[in-house]
């Protein structure tokens, strides 16, 4: 299409079987994040990723920048042959039939590390119910319908939500009177038949995925879990880049806002009706996230968030009417949003640290680190706690690599060099290999490593057997289509030097060295796939005796879980939130030296390990 053009033209993607308009002005990528067609876009539309590549199988593209990016992708494994072009760079010239990269379309298999299910969790909660019977209204006896409820409960005529008498008539009605009331503490929240369950939504909001829980409150039991992707994903895969999206445009920020709020709704939609209950019988909820996905569902400001020194609008817990943020619950059901510590730390890791407690409680010293595209560090020294987060990026989750993609079908999620020094792929599905997802992603690294592809700077050898010229840059091909190029060497290299970084300074903080810290507690969903052995390989994590180090899955998840069901639990989390000294580690004087010190690789305790 001609951007001067004012006549849109027609996107066909027949693998989904949709069709969308094209908008004058726009690419292929701002059409499909427009209309919920998803293409991997991992830097938000920049150009420098080349993750949302595109076929145009039956018309050519008019304006293109493919050539100021750089070289055309090769061909994705199991795609057909043709030219792949970035969609973030086309603009259709006519009605256009398009091809997606198989990467963005694999099946997901895995999107969270869930906690586990069988935890005993006590409520204590103030949200309850009652069962009662009225007698209806009469000539004799025209009490409004609302006090006579009320009056029935013993609660005053004002403790009710408006919403609630917007619905209490028609349902008093319908079941002939006799009703569930919904309580919080002393006030009325709901209205509902008798015998409806009473159930409770955790949400963690990952930057990379969106995890729920759905928990009988009455006994604590999770009855169903699901994790989908952020759709926010679409505008970015790290915060920055969602960030000032949001803050370009009132537009934008209303569309990041929407694409989350609409993905709790479809989590709670299809969780409640996996064991034969309504979204309205969910009667409270919890929420955590880092601090930018916390401001941006909630439409506070994140400008600030996004230029240093990095200040949040809300530090502290907040309960919300649900139906404020536009979530169709229980109609009084309020949402609690776990307490922000500062920067990008947010309530995901105060929930992390509230689950991992009993881990780190009774250590003299503990680190806990919730790895991610954003990834939160928690120093524990003799009871102080030094917190700092640094920005990972999507690099070790797959984001912004030649091949990365999610933990779907066809995803490379172990890679390993095999005694004729070739290398030895595990892949998700066991199908044919279309990627790499966030651990094969470290696997690749440290196999490189191992096979002397790669050497102590990072710089891929030429004269190795696995590496090859792509346009006249270095890439180690692992399976036909599968690329693991010098840039992605370099995205790695920064994720693990920002993390190891952090990691180094808060120790430095607290007066101690890594030697010192007796438990080494890894969360995440990601980072329960990490082998360690591969993280201190390639200078991730430091080299501890490896009985130090846990695994914890999704701590966060597990937190939010304990808040939603325990007024106990959220008090505890607010007080974590208030020890936590939050650091800014990139105003650090030595932040820079650390930095350099960190991104490379120290060759001789890699050789020693090889052999």
Request: glycine share 10%; proline share 5%.
């Amino acid at each position: 299409m001609n951007p001067a053009s004012s006549t849109p033209v027609r996107l066909a993607f027949p693998q989904l079987e949709r069709g969308i308009p094209c908008e004058a002005g726009e690419t292929v990528l701002e059409s499909a994040r427009r209309h919920g067609v998803r293409i991997v876009g991992a830097c938000g539309g920049r150009g420098s990723c080349g993750s949302c590549e595109i076929r145009i199988v039956d018309a050519e593209p008019a304006a293109s920048n493919e050539a100021d990016h750089g070289s055309t992708p090769e061909r994705p494994a199991g795609a057909s042959p043709g030219a792949w072009v970035r969609a973030c760079r086309v603009h259709p010239e006519s009605d256009c039939t398009i091809e997606i990269s198989p990467r963005s379309l694999a099946s997901i298999v895995r999107t969270d590390a869930l906690p586990d299910a069988q935890e005993a969790l006590v409520p204590d909660t103030l949200v309850g119910c009652r069962d009662v019977e009225l007698p209806p209204p009469t000539l004799e006896d025209v009490e409004c319908d609302l006090s006579r409820l009320l009056r029935a409960l013993g609660l005053p005529d004002d403790a009710f939500d408006l919403a609630v008498a917007c619905e209490a008539p028609a349902r008093l009605r319908r079941h002939r009177w006799k009703v569930r009331a919904r309580l919080r503490g002393e006030r009325l929240i709901g209205v509902a038949s008798p015998g409806r369950p009473n159930l409770g939504l955790a949400v963690d909001l990952g930057t990379t995925n969106i995890a729920g829980f759905l928990v009988d409150l009455d006994s604590g039991r999770q009855l169903a879990a699901l994790a989908i992707e952020n759709p926010q994903a679409a505008w970015g895969a790290d915060l920055i880049t969602r960030i000032d999206a949001a803050a370009r445009s009132e537009e934008s920020r209303a569309a990041l806002r929407a694409g989350v709020r609409e993905a709790i709704d479809v989590i709670a939609h299809d969780l409640c009706r996996a064991v034969d209950a309504g979204t309205d019988d969910v009667v409270d909820a919890a929420v955590c996230g880092n601090t930018a996905m916390h401001h941006l569902l909630l439409g506070l400001p994140v400008a600030a968030l996004g230029r240093s020194p990095f200040v949040p609008a809300v530090r502290d817990a907040l309960d919300v009417p649900a139906r404020e943020i536009g979530l169709r619950f229980c109609a009084g059901a309020r949402v609690h949003f776990a307490p922000n510590v500062g920067g990008f730390v947010g309530g995901d890791h105060c929930a992390a640290l509230l689950a991992t407690q009993p881990r780190w409680n009774d250590a003299r010293t503990a680190l806990v680190l919730d790895i991610g595209t954003n990834t939160e560090i928690t120093l524990i020294r003799d009871a102080t706690m030094h917190t700092a987060s640094c920005p990972s990026g999507p690099a070790l989750e797959g984001g912004n690599i030649r091949c990365g993609m999610r933990a779907a079908e066809g995803a490379i999620e172990h890679v390993a060099i095999d005694g004729d020094g070739a290398f030895a792929l595990r892949v998700i599905g066991r199908s044919a290999p279309l990627g790499l997802c966030g651990s094969g992603v470290v696997d690749a690294l440290a196999a490189l490593r191992r096979a002397g592809a790669l050497d102590d700077g990072g710089r891929l050898i030429r004269t190795h057997r696995h590496v090859h010229s792509l346009d006249g840059k270095a890439a180690a091909r692992l399976a036909p289509g599968v690329l693991f190029t010098q840039d992605d060497v370099r995205s790695v290299q920064l994720a693990k030097a920002a993390i190891r970084t952090a990691t180094e300074l808060l120790l430095r903080r607290a007066g101690c060295e890594a030697a010192d810290v007796e438990r080494f507690i890894v969360a995440g969903a990601f980072g329960a796939w990490l082998d360690v052995e591969r993280c201190i390989e390639i200078g991730l994590f430091p080299d501890l005796p490896r009985e130090r180090f846990v695994q914890v899955g999704n701590a966060a998840g597990a937190g939010i879980r304990r808040m939603l069901v325990s007024e106990d639990a959220r008090a505890r989390a607010r007080e974590i939130a208030r020890r936590c000294r939050y650091i800014e580690i990139s105003t650090a004087p030595e932040f820079q030296k650390t930095f350099l010190r960190c991104i490379g690789f120290d060759g001789g305790a890699i050789a020693r390990r090889a052999t």
